[in-house]
Each structure stands twice: as C-alpha cells, then as structure tokens.
C-alpha cells in the first residue's frame, strides 16, 4: 500500500513540475525561453529560426505566444529590445532617445509594445516610427509618457507600464542575414531622464 | 521503503517528463485555434478575405500587430476541397504568408511589384488538385490562415490596401 500512494503522490508532483516547466519554457511567464538560433546585436535580440519549419518545440511555442503569425527571415526579422543602454529595463517612467542610421533592409519600423506584446492603450497614435518618417543617413526619435516640446518624431509609452520596442527588418540584405553580427549601426536607445530625477 | 521511493521517482520523472512535452507541443495548436476563434468571432468567416481595421490599441486582436500596415485575412477551412487563392500586387512593400493550424509558416511570397496577381492553391496533404501550372501548398490539416500585409502607414494608404479586398480570392472553386 505504501508504493501505490508513494506512485500517486511522484505522479500528482510530476504533473506539477511538468506544467510548471513547460509554462516557464514557453515563454508564458518571462525568462527561461531555450531559443534556437539566438542573434542579438546592441541588445536587440532576434531568433533567426522565427517562423521557419525547422523551429524547435520550444521557440515555435515562444512564437506562438510572443510573435504569433510571424514570417520566415528571408521576408522579415524580429528584432526585441527591453532595456536601455545601460541595461536597465525600459519603462514608462522614463524618457529615451532612440536613435540609428541606415538599417540592411528594404524597409524597417520601431513598434512599442507592452509586457503582454500589445499595443498600450493609449490615444495618442504614436506607437510606431519607420523608415518612412526616419529619412536620412542618421535620425532620431524619443519615447515618452507624454510628447516631448518640439519634438515630432516620438513614441508614446503612456500607459504602458514596462515595455519593449519591436524592430521589424521587411526583405532584409541577404549580407546581414549572412553575417548579422557585422551589423554596426542598430539603434541605440540611451535613457534621458525619469520621473523623480533631473534630466541629463 | 525503498521500492516505494522508487516508485516515487519514476511516477515524478514519467508524468513529469510527460506533460511537460504534451503541454509544449500542444500549445502553438492551442494558441492557434484561439487565435481562430477571436478572428471568427470579431466577424471573419471562412474562406473569404476580410480587411482588418487600421491597427490600433483598440482593435489589435494579435500579439505585435503592427500600425503600419493593413492586413487581410482568410481564415481557411479545406474540408469541402482545396482553396484558390488570388492577391493583387501593392506598389509598396507588401507579402502574402500562409500558416497552417501549428503557426508553421508554410508559405510567403512578395506582393511588391505590378506583375500579375499572385495565385496558389491551398489544400491537405491527401487532397488532388487538377489546376495545372498553379503553385500548390499542401497543409498538414484542415485548418490554416492566409495573411496580407501592405505597408499602408497612413489612413490614405490603409484605404487604398483595404480596397483591393474587391479584386482578391479565397474560396473553393
């Protein structure tokens, strides 16, 4: 008798453990993800697997939560970034300048996304800079709560609490998907100030 | 006692080791057919093309829908026969992607350009296909999505994408 309630009691924490490992593995809580095929380049961090057949069991249930209806790299890649230039992470309560040159794409957009990957609900309809509005060989926009003074060019994190930024390379240079870590010139997003603390 | 902590450690490692891969393996299929679900239920049917609003906070249905483009769905449903589809091309940057029920992305191809419309035929692996000379993409299941996006970052443009859903196909013939 006591080996059938020792074989339900590893059964029921087995379950457990099991469910527990699954969700942290796919991505549903943060952390943990096993990505296949990770690229990051100036804390941009991408999966060059994203949306390809050969997606591992782990990265394609990532995909499915994080990035659903995601495209091959030849026609799009991913690009996430959380933190700042210093590392630390990137949230509401701060004002950040972003800022770049010339990207190895067609065509490239900076999207901002909540924690949960969606857009904030704010009503300010800025919560996306491409290669359309950022002309020229170097440019530069700031994300804020509310829209800087003589500022355009900007991203609205109102509302969002913790985010990240999202940059999308659409029919990217064969070049860089050859040799992405060659990349120099990705976006940097440097903090400007945050509530409760001068600016600099 | 030994046998019983035995046992223990078996029933933990196999139940473990168990659902562990179940829940992995089921969740994009999961996640899918939610994503099917929410898509069905904000009124697109099956096997027709149904322009979504521009993107915003208020009416993003997907995870990282992004602003800047329009976006054209079929859901598909091959029960009744192998599907046609048909996309004009956009003269910005635009794509036609296919994903089956496990969001494997099957199939996608450019829609920049002014060539001719963009056509293939969708349909399970065990379904015959007598259209000569048309690109056919097998799927796993009965169940998949076709995507359209086109770069359409302002109103005038997600107007003129959204119009183009008059000259598309997705249907059984």
Same mark, same amino acid.
């Given at each position: 008798?006591?080996?059938?309630?020792?074989?339900?009691?590893?059964?029921?924490?087995?379950?457990?453990?099991?469910?527990?490992?699954?969700?942290?593995?796919?991505?549903?809580?943060?952390?943990?993800?096993?990505?296949?095929?990770?690229?990051?380049?100036?804390?941009?961090?991408?999966?060059? %697997?994203? *949306?390809?057949?050969? $997606? +591992?069991?782990?990265?394609?249930?990532?995909?499915? !939560?994080? @990035?659903? &209806?995601? =495209?091959?790299?030849?026609?799009?890649?991913?690009?996430?970034?959380?933190?700042?230039?210093?590392?630390?992470?990137?949230?509401?309560?701060?004002?950040?300048?972003? %800022?770049? *040159?010339?990207?190895? $794409? +067609?065509?490239?957009?900076?999207?901002?996304?909540? !924690?949960? @990957?969606? &857009?904030? =609900?704010?009503?300010?309809?800025?919560?996306?800079?491409?290669?359309?509005?950022?002309?020229?060989?170097?440019?530069?926009?700031?994300?804020?709560?509310?829209?800087?003074?003589?500022?355009?060019?900007?991203?609205?994190?109102?509302?969002?609490?913790?985010?990240?930024?999202?940059?999308? &390379?659409?029919?990217?240079?064969?070049?860089?998907?050859?040799?992405?870590?060659?990349?120099?010139?990705?976006?940097?997003?440097?903090?400007?100030?945050?509530?409760?603390?001068?600016?600099? | 006692?030994?046998?019983?902590?035995?046992?223990?450690?078996?029933?933990?490692?196999?139940?473990?080791?168990?659902?562990?891969?179940?829940?992995?393996?089921?969740?994009?299929?999961?996640?899918?057919?939610?994503?099917?679900?929410?898509?069905?239920?904000?009124?697109?049917?099956?096997?027709?093309?149904?322009?979504?609003?521009?993107?915003?906070?208020?009416?993003?249905?997907?995870?990282?829908?992004?602003?800047?483009?329009?976006?054209?769905?079929?859901?598909?449903?091959?029960?009744?026969?192998?599907?046609?589809?048909?996309?004009?091309?956009?003269?910005?940057?635009?794509?036609?992607?296919?994903?089956?029920?496990?969001?494997?992305?099957?199939?996608?191809?450019?829609?920049?350009?002014?060539?001719?419309?963009?056509?293939?035929?969708?349909?399970?692996?065990?379904?015959?296909?007598?259209?000569?000379?048309?690109?056919?993409?097998?799927?796993?299941?009965?169940?998949?999505?076709?995507?359209?996006?086109?770069?359409?970052?302002?109103?005038?443009?997600?107007?003129?994408?959204?119009?183009?859903?008059?000259?598309?196909?997705?249907?059984?013939?």
């Amino acid at each position: 008798m006591r080996v059938f309630y020792f074989t339900i009691a590893g059964a029921i924490l087995g379950l457990f453990a099991g469910l527990a490992s699954a969700i942290l593995m796919s991505g549903i809580t943060p952390g943990g993800l096993d990505r296949a095929e990770t690229v990051s380049i100036n804390r941009w961090v991408s999966d060059w %697997s994203i *949306g390809s057949e050969a $997606s +591992g069991r782990y990265v394609k249930a990532w995909v499915a !939560r994080h @990035g659903l &209806l995601a =495209m091959r790299k030849s026609e799009a890649v991913y690009f996430i970034r959380n933190v700042d230039d210093d590392g630390q992470p990137l949230t509401e309560q701060c004002q950040y300048r972003v %800022s770049g *040159g010339d990207l190895p $794409s +067609g065509w490239w957009s900076i999207t901002l996304y909540d !924690r949960l @990957g969606y &857009l904030p =609900m704010n009503a300010d309809a800025h919560l996306s800079v491409d290669a359309t509005d950022a002309t020229g060989a170097a440019w530069a926009f700031d994300v804020a709560a509310t829209r800087p003074e003589g500022n355009t060019l900007w991203l609205s994190s109102a509302k969002a609490e913790g985010f990240d930024l999202t940059l999308r &390379l659409y029919q990217p240079d064969q070049s860089f998907l050859d040799a992405p870590l060659a990349e120099l010139g990705f976006p940097s997003v440097q903090r400007l100030s945050c509530d409760g603390e001068a600016g600099s | 006692m030994k046998a019983a902590l035995i046992s223990f450690a078996l029933a933990t490692g196999v139940v473990g080791v168990g659902t562990h891969l179940t829940v992995i393996n089921a969740l994009p299929t999961f996640i899918m057919s939610r994503a099917f679900s929410g898509l069905e239920s904000s009124g697109i049917g099956w096997n027709a093309w149904q322009s979504a609003p521009k993107i915003t906070p208020q009416t993003q249905s997907v995870v990282r829908s992004s602003p800047d483009l329009a976006y054209v769905v079929c859901l598909l449903d091959l029960s009744n026969g192998p599907v046609r589809i048909s996309v004009p091309r956009w003269v910005r940057y635009g794509s036609l992607s296919i994903f089956d029920h496990t969001t494997t992305n099957v199939h996608i191809e450019s829609l920049e350009g002014s060539r001719p419309p963009a056509n293939v035929i969708v349909a399970t692996a065990d379904q015959s296909v007598t259209d000569n000379g048309t690109p056919v993409i097998r799927l796993p299941g009965n169940k998949g999505l076709a995507l359209i996006r086109r770069l359409a970052p302002d109103t005038e443009s997600h107007q003129a994408a959204t119009a183009l859903v008059k000259d598309a196909e997705c249907a059984v013939p």
